[in-house]
């Protein structure tokens, strides 16, 4: 019995452990297992990417060839464009954007069954789209914009439950949009635009987190559209350049009201505009030209091109109190429409051009008696391009004391221009003007002296008139403000008066076409400094002699004609050396039409006239050069735009976004220069096609500003020149990508040069470096007509060119303000640091506060210390620890970089040193506390020529 007992413990026993060797081994299997998935799935990924890799036709900058392979790195996480998962190490984001790939996209990429953003753009992927795609469901971010997909976009799209973000713009996509797509609730962002879907299903409207739709430039029928005003969440909606057609509908603003943005321009839209979009009270933007709508009421209205005509302004005035801009350009619109402007009291911008007005201006806005009292402000008239076919009224109220531009070109003025009056008054209730365009009218008589008493005059246009006799020689007074000048296709006779020449900050300057006589003065190398002349015409008159080598200096010379004359001699061979380097100049147009039809003019074959006295003068072409001319000076914008156009920017080349991307190899992060001053973009080096190499600053339109940043940039550097201040030569200017094409910068910055590794500059070359930088900014604060403050002077806005010239850059929050040093309100934006002091605890900016930058700028070239270095702390900052550096018992070397002032047994030691105590001194002038109490920055740039020039005589180098 015993033995019984035993044999079953025995047996019990042996059970037990048998079923923890089985339970141990399966534990290990099931780990193992685990393993095994683990690994395929990780594999799964890879293999999906090595087939994507494999459907690949064209890779030209070699990223993926070089970099998805396990010889460079064997997790395929590390992979450029992947992120993977932190729990599971999968794949969550592809993104290959800009990289210039082509191929097609297989059907294994649905593999990564992980992934939620997946993002292609700016690429030449082509084919249409594997249906596999669809299983990827945690999706929440589709980017194929710019590529070449076609076909019909697939009903599969509506497969991703979690998708927010769904691009397909700039593709070959066409037919109907799928509704399956509008089910996907979770949608905050749609674009579509520029393919060629047919139409908009009903579905849309359900969507209740739509925040974002781009539907522009597609060819969509129906009225389904409507659906989308029932979108409340909508921030931004853009149908632009649909021509659909019908009318608005009324209930727009019903549901809208979160509505930022609405572009509805470039339709076929009738009827009125809806009475209550003034109820959208987000609203920023809108876009309705070009269609053929009635207005109502709005606080800033654009609705040039369209039908509007009858009394349909009738009671603007009354019903839009704060109206401040008005362009109601190219209608049909006739005299006595406005009875009530004049009780919109806040306008300042009104441009009613291309019209059906046959009087000077509605008769109500001659019945303002005093416009100070009424806050009018007008700055900004334009009445051009309607059939006025009358005389410039004398008298006609107080309207122009604020105007800033009048434009009545192209109008069939007829007389004489007054030398009194409200309207164009040449007296000095006019000072502001800065813009005053009357050319291809039928003006006759002598050109008024009262006008060259407008001491604020930038641009002045008479040409294609009838005026007659002198130009007058007192220029004098413009020769500061004045920027463009063109008095061509007159009967003007006499030489041209000597004061001619000194206006040296002239850029434009066309006489063309009149009776001028006499020589060329040599005096011409005053003209603009001829560093800033950009196009030159003096084609058609009588002038003769020889051409002055003088013309030796037009370094920026863009557009040159003298054809037409009784010029003689032979062409200077400075000319010759300026037509093969245009390095710089793209639109470089000194030619063979330059020189045509003069009676004795010789010089290079190439210029097709003689090559010496006694040969055959070539035949004129005078039809061509007549042309250019002529496509010059009258092209005019059609776009409506706030600020007055410069004729600079219609010389521009124009660049579209392809040949950028082109030019960057889709800007390529290797291409990239670094961050957009202001954080508003990134700048990027590119080659255009003709091998020019620029800059090219695209702005990030996402964020705040950036947009409006981009135009006054664009509006600084267009209407300033300076040797020392960046150029522009073109910007990309599109709905959604804005740009900056500028001159390229080969040395970087001056905070690259002060704290490389790898290079250092010498005391001299900062000296120069600084005192460019004195010359741009006295350039801003007192020649400019308009004193310019920079508001952000500070060591990497300061570019230096191939020769170490420095350019001071960026212009995004410039200001311009009234006069010297008074003071304007605003928002900060500067660098901390570089500050002054006012501008972050009063808001308020002037020229003197680039004054304290500057001081600061200075300090940190020759210290190599920054205003925020971490060694000031408490009370001690960089200005306290410059002034005690200058004590009679310390020592000016402990605080200078190192680079500069090595040793005491340098033999020009004390010379360094004396100058580096004058410097020093400047720079705490320049940054004092009180703007009252700091220099100006042209009585700084006279100071550091003078540091320099002593510094070079006690180093026995002033003649180097």
Same mark, same amino acid.
């Given at each position: 019995?015993?033995?019984?007992?035993?044999?079953?413990?025995?047996?019990?026993?042996?059970?037990?452990?048998?079923?923890?060797?089985?339970?141990?081994?399966?534990?290990?299997?099931?780990?193992?297992?685990?393993?095994?998935?683990?690994?395929?799935?990780?594999?799964?990924?890879?293999?999906?990417?090595?087939?994507?890799?494999?459907?690949?036709?064209?890779?030209?900058?070699?990223?993926?060839?070089?970099?998805?392979?396990?010889?460079?790195?064997?997790?395929?996480?590390?992979?450029?464009?992947?992120?993977?998962?932190?729990?599971?190490?999968?794949?969550?984001?592809?993104?290959?954007?800009?990289?210039?790939?082509?191929?097609?996209?297989?059907?294994?990429?649905?593999?990564?069954?992980?992934?939620?953003?997946?993002?292609?753009?700016?690429?030449?992927?082509?084919?249409?789209?594997?249906?596999?795609?669809?299983?990827?469901?945690?999706?929440?971010?589709?980017?194929?914009?710019?590529?070449?997909?076609?076909?019909?976009?697939?009903?599969?799209?509506?497969?991703?439950?979690?998708?927010?973000?769904?691009?397909?713009?700039?593709?070959?996509?066409?037919?109907?949009?799928?509704?399956?797509?509008?089910?996907?609730?979770?949608?905050?962002?749609?674009?579509?635009?520029?393919?060629?879907?047919?139409?908009?299903?009903?579905?849309?409207?359900?969507?209740?987190?739509?925040?974002?739709?781009?539907?522009?430039?597609?060819?969509?029928?129906?009225?389904?559209?409507?659906?989308?005003?029932?979108?409340?969440?909508?921030?931004?909606?853009?149908?632009?350049?649909?021509?659909?057609?019908?009318?608005?509908?009324?209930?727009?603003?019903?549901?809208?009201?979160?509505?930022?943005?609405?572009?509805?321009?470039?339709?076929?839209?009738?009827?009125?505009?809806?009475?209550?979009?003034?109820?959208?009270?987000?609203?920023?933007?809108?876009?309705?030209?070009?269609?053929?709508?009635?207005?109502?009421?709005?606080?800033?209205?654009?609705?040039?091109?369209?039908?509007?005509?009858?009394?349909?302004?009738?009671?603007?005035?009354?019903?839009?109190?704060?109206?401040?801009?008005?362009?109601?350009?190219?209608?049909?619109?006739?005299?006595?429409?406005?009875?009530?402007?004049?009780?919109?009291?806040?306008?300042?911008?009104?441009?009613?051009?291309?019209?059906?007005?046959?009087?000077?201006?509605?008769?109500?806005?001659?019945?303002?008696?005093?416009?100070?009292?009424?806050?009018?402000?007008?700055?900004?008239?334009?009445?051009?391009?309607?059939?006025?076919?009358?005389?410039?009224?004398?008298?006609?109220?107080?309207?122009?004391?604020?105007?800033?531009?009048?434009?009545?070109?192209?109008?069939?003025?007829?007389?004489?221009?007054?030398?009194?009056?409200?309207?164009?008054?040449?007296?000095?209730?006019?000072?502001?003007?800065?813009?005053?365009?009357?050319?291809?009218?039928?003006?006759?008589?002598?050109?008024?002296?009262?006008?060259?008493?407008?001491?604020n005059l930038a641009e002045l246009r008479l040409d294609g008139n009838q005026l007659s006799g002198s130009i007058i020689s007192c220029l004098?007074?413009?020769?500061?403000? /004045?920027?463009? %000048?063109? +008095?061509?296709? =007159?009967? *003007?006779?006499?030489? !041209? $008066?000597? #004061? @001619?020449?000194? &206006?040296?900050?002239?850029?434009?300057?066309?006489?063309?076409?009149?009776?001028?006589?006499?020589?060329?003065?040599?005096?011409?190398?005053?003209?603009?400094?001829?560093?800033?002349?950009?196009?030159?015409?003096?084609?058609?008159?009588?002038?003769?002699?020889?051409?002055?080598?003088?013309?030796?200096?037009?370094?920026? /010379?863009?557009? %040159?004609? +003298?054809?037409? =004359?009784? *010029?003689?001699?032979? !062409? $200077?061979? #400075? @000319?010759?050396? &300026?037509?093969?380097?245009?390095?710089?100049?793209?639109?470089?147009?000194?030619?063979?039409?330059?020189?045509?039809?003069?009676?004795?003019?010789?010089?290079?074959?190439?210029?097709?006239?003689?090559?010496?006295?006694?040969?055959?003068?070539?035949?004129?072409?005078?039809?061509?050069?007549?042309?250019?001319?002529?496509?010059?000076?009258?092209?005019?914008?059609?776009?409506?735009?706030?600020?007055?156009?410069?004729?600079?920017?219609?010389?521009?080349?124009?660049?579209?976004?392809?040949?950028?991307?082109?030019?960057?190899?889709?800007?390529?992060?290797?291409?990239?220069?670094?961050?957009?001053?202001?954080?508003?973009?990134?700048?990027?080096?590119?080659?255009?096609?003709?091998?020019?190499?620029?800059?090219?600053?695209?702005?990030?339109?996402?964020?705040?500003?950036?947009?409006?940043?981009?135009?006054?940039?664009?509006?600084?550097?267009?209407?300033?020149?300076?040797?020392?201040?960046?150029?522009?030569?073109?910007?990309?200017?599109?709905?959604?990508?804005?740009?900056?094409?500028?001159?390229?910068?080969?040395?970087?910055?001056?905070?690259?040069?002060?704290?490389?590794?790898?290079?250092?500059?010498?005391?001299?070359?900062?000296?120069?470096?600084?005192?460019?930088?004195?010359?741009?900014?006295?350039?801003?604060?007192?020649?400019?007509?308009?004193?310019?403050?920079?508001?952000?002077?500070?060591?990497?806005?300061?570019?230096?060119?191939?020769?170490?010239?420095?350019?001071?850059?960026?212009?995004?929050?410039?200001?311009?303000?009234?006069?010297?040093?008074?003071?304007?309100?605003?928002?900060?934006?500067?660098?901390?640091?570089?500050?002054?002091?006012?501008?972050?605890?009063?808001?308020?900016?002037?020229?003197?506060?680039?004054?304290?930058?500057?001081?600061?700028?200075?300090?940190?070239?020759?210290?190599?210390?920054?205003?925020?270095?971490?060694?000031?702390?408490?009370?001690?900052?960089?200005?306290?620890?410059?002034?005690?550096?200058?004590?009679?018992?310390?020592?000016?070397?402990?605080?200078?970089?190192?680079?500069?002032?090595?040793?005491?047994?340098?033999?020009?030691?004390?010379?360094?040193?004396?100058?580096?105590s004058s410097i020093m001194r400047l720079a705490l002038a320049c940054s004092a506390a009180l703007p009252g109490e700091r220099i100006n920055?042209?009585?700084?740039?006279?100071?550091?020529?003078?540091?320099?020039?002593?510094?070079?005589?006690?180093?026995?180098?002033?003649?180097?």
């Amino acid at each position: 019995m015993e033995r019984s007992h035993l044999l079953l413990s025995r047996m019990l026993s042996m059970i037990h452990c048998l079923c923890y060797i089985y339970m141990m081994i399966m534990a290990n299997y099931l780990t193992v297992g685990a393993l095994v998935i683990a690994h395929t799935n990780f594999s799964t990924d890879q293999f999906a990417l090595l087939t994507l890799k494999a459907h690949i036709t064209s890779d030209p900058q070699n990223i993926l060839t070089a970099n998805w392979s396990f010889a460079f790195n064997s997790n395929i996480c590390n992979w450029v464009g992947l992120t993977c998962g932190a729990r599971h190490h999968r794949v969550t984001a592809l993104n290959l954007s800009f990289m210039g790939l082509a191929g097609v996209i297989p059907p294994h990429l649905c593999n990564l069954s992980f992934l939620v953003e997946l993002g292609l753009t700016n690429n030449f992927f082509n084919g249409p789209l594997p249906q596999e795609l669809s299983r990827l469901r945690r999706l929440k971010g589709i980017d194929f914009q710019y590529n070449n997909f076609t076909g019909t976009i697939p009903s599969w799209f509506g497969s991703f439950p979690k998708l927010q973000t769904f691009i397909l713009r700039a593709n070959g996509f066409f037919g109907f949009i799928p509704a399956a797509i509008f089910n996907l609730s979770a949608l905050e962002r749609i674009n579509l635009s520029r393919n060629q879907p047919s139409e908009l299903p009903n579905e849309i409207g359900s969507l209740g987190q739509l925040e974002e739709l781009f539907v522009q430039y597609n060819a969509l029928k129906g009225y389904a559209f409507v659906h989308v005003l029932n979108i409340s969440s909508l921030t931004t909606f853009t149908l632009f350049g649909n021509y659909k057609s019908g009318n608005l509908p009324d209930n727009i603003c019903e549901h809208l009201l979160k509505l930022r943005e609405i572009l509805l321009g470039f339709n076929n839209f009738r009827g009125s505009i809806p009475k209550n979009l003034g109820n959208l009270t987000y609203l920023s933007n809108i876009f309705l030209h070009d269609n053929s709508l009635e207005v109502n009421k709005f606080g800033e209205i654009t609705l040039s091109s369209n039908q509007l005509s009858g009394g349909l302004l009738a009671n603007i005035g009354l019903n839009v109190p704060n109206l401040e801009f008005l362009y109601v350009a190219r209608n049909n619109l006739v005299a006595g429409l406005l009875p009530n402007l004049s009780n919109a009291s806040k306008l300042r911008e009104l441009d009613m051009s291309v019209n059906s007005f046959t009087e000077f201006l509605p008769i109500t806005l001659y019945s303002l008696k005093n416009l100070e009292y009424l806050n009018l402000n007008l700055t900004r008239l334009s009445l051009a391009e309607n059939p006025l076919n009358t005389t410039i009224p004398a008298s006609r109220g107080n309207i122009s004391t604020s105007l800033v531009t009048v434009d009545l070109s192209i109008s069939n003025i007829k007389g004489n221009i007054p030398l009194s009056g409200a309207i164009l008054t040449l007296t000095p209730r006019l000072q502001n003007l800065q813009v005053l365009y009357l050319n291809d009218n039928e003006l006759r008589g002598h050109i008024p002296y009262e006008l060259y008493q407008l001491n604020n005059l930038a641009e002045l246009r008479l040409d294609g008139n009838q005026l007659s006799g002198s130009i007058i020689s007192c220029l004098g007074t413009l020769s500061v403000a /004045l920027r463009s %000048l063109s +008095l061509g296709s =007159n009967l *003007l006779t006499s030489k !041209i $008066p000597s #004061s @001619l020449w000194e &206006l040296k900050y002239i850029s434009y300057l066309n006489l063309s076409s009149n009776s001028l006589v006499g020589p060329l003065s040599k005096d011409i190398r005053n003209l603009g400094g001829l560093l800033n002349m950009i196009n030159f015409s003096l084609a058609n008159s009588k002038l003769e002699g020889r051409i002055p080598s003088s013309f030796e200096t037009m370094l920026s /010379l863009d557009f %040159l004609d +003298l054809s037409k =004359n009784n *010029l003689s001699g032979e !062409i $200077p061979k #400075s @000319l010759e050396a &300026l037509l093969r380097n245009s390095k710089w100049r793209a639109f470089w147009k000194l030619s063979v039409d330059s020189f045509v039809s003069n009676g004795a003019l010789y010089g290079a074959s190439q210029l097709c006239v003689p090559w010496c006295k006694n040969r055959t003068k070539v035949k004129p072409n005078w039809r061509k050069a007549k042309h250019i001319i002529s496509g010059v000076i009258s092209k005019r914008n059609v776009e409506v735009v706030r600020e007055t156009t410069s004729l600079h920017q219609v010389l521009w080349i124009r660049v579209s976004h392809l040949e950028l991307l082109k030019a960057t190899n889709g800007f390529h992060e290797s291409n990239l220069l670094g961050t957009g001053e202001g954080g508003f973009g990134l700048v990027y080096k590119g080659t255009l096609s003709d091998g020019i190499d620029i800059a090219i600053k695209v702005f990030n339109l996402q964020l705040e500003g950036a947009s409006k940043s981009f135009d006054k940039e664009c509006e600084m550097l267009s209407n300033i020149r300076h040797q020392n201040l960046i150029k522009i030569i073109s910007c990309c200017d599109e709905l959604d990508f804005k740009a900056l094409i500028l001159q390229l910068m080969p040395n970087g910055s001056l905070e690259n040069w002060l704290y490389s590794p790898y290079r250092s500059l010498t005391i001299l070359q900062r000296l120069d470096i600084m005192k460019d930088v004195a010359l741009a900014l006295e350039y801003l604060h007192h020649v400019y007509s308009i004193p310019i403050v920079h508001y952000d002077v500070k060591p990497s806005n300061i570019l230096l060119d191939d020769d170490m010239v420095a350019h001071v850059a960026d212009f995004g929050i410039a200001r311009l303000i009234g006069g010297g040093d008074s003071m304007t309100e605003t928002i900060t934006l500067a660098t901390v640091g570089y500050m002054a002091p006012e501008f972050g605890m009063e808001g308020s900016i002037s020229t003197r506060g680039d004054v304290y930058s500057f001081g600061i700028v200075l300090m940190e070239t020759f210290t190599k210390r920054k205003p925020t270095d971490e060694m000031f702390v408490g009370e001690m900052d960089l200005k306290q620890w410059i002034a005690d550096s200058l004590f009679p018992d310390a020592a000016t070397g402990e605080v200078v970089n190192v680079d500069i002032l090595r040793a005491e047994e340098d033999s020009d030691f004390m010379s360094k040193k004396d100058c580096l105590s004058s410097i020093m001194r400047l720079a705490l002038a320049c940054s004092a506390a009180l703007p009252g109490e700091r220099i100006n920055m042209k009585d700084a740039a006279i100071t550091l020529t003078k540091i320099k020039t002593k510094y070079l005589k006690d180093c026995g180098e002033v003649n180097s």
